[in-house]
Nanobody
Framework: QVQLVESGGGSVQAGGSLRLSCAVS???????????IGWFRQAPGKEREGVAA????????NYADSAKGRFTISQDNAKNTVYLQMSSLKPEDTAMYYC????????????????????WGQGTQVTVSS
């Protein structure tokens, strides 16, 4: 059973930093597939959007334009944890942040398409004040 547990959210002032963690269990890495872990966010009244993604089997990363240059996704395979380091935070980054997992065939979706993610965590709230 795949389980994803987010942590690390909180309240910070604009310009600050946070590191979110996603503890992954039951989601094995298969070298012939794209093993994607994505970070998504949803603000009140807005649609959910993909922020960053990583292919656990190859380490390839993808970012939404809103995250480029400020957010970094990384993984610690020994801890089965994926991180989202967020810097230079802005009030518009305020949202519930979720991590999600998916497996895609090599001919299928890319992790950075931010579509087709099957497994989801419960989310962690990030609030950025001005």
């Amino acid at each position: 059973q795949v389980q994803l547990v987010e942590s690390g959210g909180g309240s910070v002032q604009a310009g600050g930093s946070l590191r979110l963690s996603c503890a992954v269990s039951g989601f094995s890495v298969h070298i012939y597939l794209r093993n994607c872990i994505g970070w998504f966010r949803q603000a009140p009244g807005k649609e959910r959007e993909g922020v960053a993604a990583i292919d656990r089997s190859g380490g390839t990363t993808n970012y939404a334009d809103s995250a480029k240059g400020r957010f970094t996704i990384s993984q610690d395979n020994a801890k089965n944890t994926v991180y989202l380091q967020m810097s230079s935070l802005k009030p518009e980054d305020t949202a519930m942040y979720y991590c999600a997992a998916a497996e895609f065939s090599p001919a299928g979706r890319m992790c950075g398409d931010f579509e087709g993610y099957r497994y989801w965590g419960q989310g962690t709230q990030v609030t950025v004040s001005s």
